[in-house]
């Protein structure tokens, strides 16, 4: 089945401890982006990735890191969380070629208190 | 940078009516421009998109139809169901920006019974 995974699905966590979210898409989709999405403000985009080794920011990157080591997986590092980093963070992938359909992953609740 | 506005927060409409949801875009030379569907506690789906080459486009219930003189573009779902009841979110990207969505704020579609 064609799906982009997610992990963990939920997470509690505190302040300064870093913490690493995984995606991974399965159709050999060459770009993958993270969003993460607060109540009144929509989508906003953290940082994306054409292609393996190539990523840039997107509106929101501080305070995230991310990597693109293999086509498959795009992780989303917190080296030192925030309370303001408590959100709804959605991975998306798509072929990138021409303008194209995102496919989302299932959303990981994160809280920092 | 391109900015993307969204109108209504929240719309309520009788079953069986039609609803109408509106998106302006500021950048010109934005080309492409898709309609995402989140119901409760789901991930984001595309419905329909229309890029700007063309007018119109309807899929069943749903259609899409862009000016691009008044820089808008609206969704518009027809005989409305309970199962319509969602948020909805526009965006608008161009083909020179990697085809990077930006995101309107979103609209809580209810459908009352």
């Known amino acids: 089945e064609a799906q982009v995974t997610q992990n963990p699905r939920y997470l509690i966590t505190v302040t300064g401890k870093k913490l690493t979210v995984t995606c991974s898409q399965n159709m050999n989709h060459e770009y993958m982006s993270w969003y993460r999405q607060d109540p009144g403000l929509g989508l906003r985009q953290i940082y994306y990735s054409m292609n393996v080794e190539v990523t840039d920011k997107g509106d929101v990157p501080e305070g995230y890191k991310v990597s693109r080591k293999e086509k498959r997986n795009f992780p989303l590092i917190l080296e030192s969380p925030s309370p303001n980093q408590t959100s709804l963070y959605f991975c998306?992938?798509?072929?990138?070629?021409?303008?194209?359909?995102?496919?989302f992953g299932p959303g990981t609740r994160l809280t920092v208190t | 940078g391109e900015n993307v506005e969204q109108h209504p927060s929240t719309l309520s409409v009788q079953e069986g009516d039609s609803a109408v949801i509106k998106c302006t875009y500021s950048d010109s030379a934005s080309n492409y421009f898709p309609w995402y569907k989140q119901e409760l506690g789901k991930r984001p789906q595309l419905i329909i998109d229309i890029r700007s080459n063309v007018g119109e486009k309807k899929d069943q219930r749903i259609a899409v139809t862009l000016n691009k003189t008044a820089k808008h573009f609206s969704l518009h779902i027809t005989e409305t169901q309970p199962e319509d009841s969602a948020v909805y979110f526009c965006?608008?990207?161009?083909?020179?920006?990697?085809?990077?969505?930006?995101w309107g704020a979103g609209t809580k579609l209810i459908i009352k019974p």
């Open positions: 965006a608008a990207s161009r083909w020179d920006s990697n085809y990077q969505l930006i």
């Open positions: 998306a992938s798509s072929t990138g070629q021409d303008a194209y359909e995102q496919y």
